[in-house]
């Protein structure tokens, strides 16, 4: 690691005035408020801010301050971040402003162990959160800022190690100017984003080239060094899409999500494991697919005729990789179905939850399953892979 005083300053000093000069003009940044920077900071995990800004937009127009978003229900919180995917973000922005609410009267504390204590704020954050709202020159190092650090000082620690997280907070708190510390870290964000990027650095426009170590080596594009995560796990699923008839028609069913784990309380197309033992296959060719998913909604008390294999549709989590085969299903006629549901296996059984069969009213919040139509998806929030789903089913469902 290259380590002397000039090469510091003058990455610092640099990466400043670049910032002054071209930073992007960004709906977080156009004030201080500490609710809206943080909100922003979760939404930016993960996502890039193209896709980030009209999510942004819409979250802060439905909940304008921290109280709003306390006290509103949690489907509204997950509807408003319909889409964004890694929903456990949204549940714990929730749950800490309520934490806020209780324990700091509503306003976001300045202070690094209160902020650190909130639910699903993690080290970056509380940093991003102190520097960005507060001044405090604290560090804020994600990914981006681990990439530029490791190529302008020549760090070829693997990142993935917490030892090296820990050299990037200190070397980064280190560079920090005095009094600067909001625009130096979004200045190292910034520079990770649109030049020091991932794959093919911007090195001829980098406002600190001419002392980046690893551009003087050409090594560039070698560094991060970074273990490679374990593989999502794949999974199997057999999905039912289901469309009603006589009373239920135009419709289709649905269920929610236990209260815990994988996309907890979120809407979905039923779905069963397309082998019956774990690990046992990607599952049963369409007949006997089809069958199997038949006979688990006549059980659970919705008798239904297998039309087609509608679609494939995949969607990959941070540790598992769902391999979905659609097959439409049409409701047999006559059938209003009846409570309890044993069969749908899956989540109905482990939620203990009881089938709503009466209309789509959505009067009743303790109902995991109901036929809705396209308007009520208006206040139900699906996971991404299911609104593609719908919407490939027909436009009205999009
Ligand atoms: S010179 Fe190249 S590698 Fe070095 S910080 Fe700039 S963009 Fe990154």
């Known amino acids: 690691m290259q380590d002397n005083i000039d090469s510091k300053t003058y990455f610092s000093t640099e990466l400043l005035e670049w910032y002054d000069r071209s930073k992007r003009d960004l709906p977080w940044r156009r004030q201080r408020d500490p609710y809206l920077i943080w909100v922003s900071e979760i939404m930016l995990q993960q996502t890039r801010v193209d896709t980030v800004i009209p999510y942004f937009q819409r979250f802060i127009g439905r909940f304008p301050t921290l109280k709003d978003l306390a006290e509103a229900p949690e489907e509204d919180v997950l509807k408003c971040w319909e889409g964004l995917g890694y929903y456990s973000r949204a549940r714990n922005l929730q749950a800490a402003a309520r934490q806020v609410m209780e324990r700091h009267g509503g306003v976001v504390p300045a202070n690094k162990a209160d902020v650190a204590a909130l639910k699903g704020v993690g080290p970056y954050t509380t940093g991003a959160i102190l520097s960005i709202a ?19 000082f020549l760090i070829r620690d693997d990142i993935m190690k917490t030892g090296t997280r820990t050299l990037m907070e200190e070397l980064a708190a ?61 999974e199997y699923r057999l999905a039912a899409l289901v469309e009603g008839d006589g009373e239920h028609a135009g419709r289709v069913l649905v269920r929610r999500r236990p209260d ?38 006549a059980a659970a008390g919705v008798p239904a005729q297998p039309v087609e294999a509608f679609m494939d549709a995949e969607h990959t989590f941070s540790h598992i990789h769902w391999n979905l085969r659609v097959f439409r299903f049409h409701e047999a006629a006559g059938h209003a179905a009846a409570a309890g549901l ?8 482990e939620a203990g939850a009881a ?26 929030a699906f996971p991404n892979v299911f609104l593609r789903i719908l919407k490939q089913y027909s436009p009205l469902w999009g």
């Open 134 to 152: 507060f001044n405090q020159p604290e560090p804020a190092v994600d990914g981006n800022v681990m990439r530029v650090l490791s190529r302008y």
């Open 174 to 234: 280190g560079l920090i100017p005095r009094g600067r510390a909001s625009d130096f870290n979004q200045a190292l964000m910034e520079l990770g984003a649109l030049v020091c990027t991932p794959k093919s650095p911007q090195c001829l426009v980098c406002p600190v080239m001419a002392h980046c170590a690893a551009r003087i080596e050409g090594v560039e594009e070698t560094l991060p060094v970074k273990s490679k995560a374990k593989p999502p796990r794949p």
């Open 260 to 297: 815990t784990g994988l996309l907890a309380r979120m809407w979905e197309l039923p779905h069963i494991p397309a082998a019956a033992i774990a690990g046992e296959g990607a599952g049963l060719p369409d007949g006997p697919a089809m069958d199997r998913l038949a006979a688990e909604l």
């Open 342 to 349: 044993p069969g749908l296996g899956l989540a109905a059984a």
């Open 355 to 380: 089938y709503e069969t009466s209309g789509s009213e959505l009067e009743e919040d303790s109902a995991e399953y109901r036929w809705i139509k396209p308007e009520d998806m208006a206040a139900l």
